[in-house]
């Protein structure tokens, strides 16, 4: 959850910057990453290990890193034409076939999910070369478009011929070799400015799609388990989503909204880059663990406690989640005093709840999580109602 904003931020609530929206085929393209984000929440079912948590934040980071790089280039190049609409279309086939390599990734089909990334980066390439055209000053540099996208594919493509574990180390090498180029040329180079209002928009949309997909999981298991215990949990898994929801809408998304507005060229470009881009990884990988935690509870919903690996990615999701708006916080100028009020108990009580779990039934483990993520939403309206009336005096 987000820091309340203060009182002339909320007179502005609601009032995002003018400026595109999403288009059907952004949409579209929006419906693979749900295939691909129920894969990898449904990879940490059950009871899972600290090293398929680890598999699970391995493999999520290129197909999230790959949506952030297609809403950069959808929000700098507007075109409809059928060359961009064909690529993207083949972005959506190349991550199908890396949602379907998930099951295996890390075993025998890490092969198919590298050619599937492979693949994606060439849609990039295309995406991009026509601004390698430009007149100046808003020409692309040829050499950015070949190294962070041509060069890369190969790279990936070139590693489904890597045996694993090495293929792994390959992958590692080749993400940070992409985040150092992007780290380095610091927003230089872009043929336009980012439409800020599509930023928040669309990464407010995909924290739509890993929540949905937390309501699928609930509904899914407790269609296969069907007791009233399973009902109960449910209801409150429901309770705790939607806390999420209505904290991270009222107050996350109208932060941003407005720190961006406010920002010039290069400075809103540097919060897209860190605040949509590497801490809402944080964001959304916390939401899809609550996902799988929350599937599990439902179905453990008649045993006395939970896994101790579901308990894990349930509460310690949650904990994430605080975690990463915190960050979020701090990166907008926040003073660090006035995060902490709600960042640490947010990070503390489910973690807390972590280490009492093996004493818990599963309902009073969602319930005492469902219960802290609503605290923090009174606490977040709270603050804004007496800042309100402050401003007011």
């Not at 076939?97 to 890490?110: E, H, K, N, Q, Y």
């Not at 406010?262 to 801490?279: C, P, W």
């Amino acid at each position: 959850m987000s820091t309340p904003q203060s009182a002339a931020e909320a007179d502005n609530a609601g009032h995002p910057e003018a400026g595109r929206h999403a288009d059907w085929l952004e949409l579209f393209l929006d419906l693979v990453f749900v295939a691909l984000a129920s894969q990898l929440a449904h990879q940490l079912h059950g009871d899972p290990s600290p090293r398929d948590f680890a598999v699970f934040l391995g493999l999520y980071f290129p197909p999230w890193w790959l949506w952030i790089n297609l809403m950069v280039s959808a929000n700098l190049f507007v075109d409809n034409s059928p060359r961009r609409r064909l690529l993207m279309l083949s972005a959506m086939l190349c991550i199908a076939v890396m949602a379907c390599a998930v099951p295996g990734a890390d075993t025998d089909r890490g092969s198919v999910y590298a050619l599937g990334y492979a693949g994606t980066r060439l849609v990039l390439l295309g995406l991009w070369w026509p601004a390698t055209k430009y007149p100046e000053p808003l020409r692309v540099p040829r050499w950015r478009p070949l190294s962070y996208c041509l060069a890369s594919g190969l790279l990936w493509a070139g590693s489904a011929a890597v045996p694993a574990p090495w293929q792994y180390v390959v992958w590692a090498v080749l993400i940070a070799a992409e985040m150092a180029l992007l780290l380095t040329a610091r927003g230089r180079g872009l043929p336009a400015r980012l439409d800020t209002g599509h930023v928040v928009e669309r990464v407010g949309l995909f924290v739509i799609i890993v929540l949905g997909e937390s309501v699928i999981a609930l509904v899914t298991s407790a269609d296969h388990t069907w007791t009233p215990g399973a009902g109960v949990v449910g209801v409150l898994g429901f309770v705790l989503l939607a806390a999420l929801w209505w904290s991270y809408f009222d107050f996350g998304s109208t932060s941003a909204e407005l720190m961006f507005a406010r920002a010039d060229d290069r400075r809103a470009y540097l919060l897209a880059r860190d605040v949509g881009g590497f801490l809402h990884f944080f964001v959304t990988a916390g939401v899809l663990c609550m996902a799988a935690g929350l599937a599990t509870a439902v179905e453990e919903a008649d045993h006395a406690r939970l896994p101790t690996g579901a308990a894990w990615v349930l509460a310690g999701g949650l904990a994430l989640y605080h975690a990463a708006h915190a960050a979020i916080a701090l990166r907008y100028g926040r003073p660090p005093a006035s995060v902490a009020v709600w960042a640490v108990p947010g990070i503390g009580i489910p973690l807390l709840v972590v280490w009492a779990a093996g004493h818990l039934p599963p309902w009073l483990v969602v319930l005492l999580l469902a219960a802290e993520a609503i605290a923090h939403l009174f606490y977040a309206r709270t603050v804004q109602r007496r800042r309100l009336a402050a401003a007011t005096l």
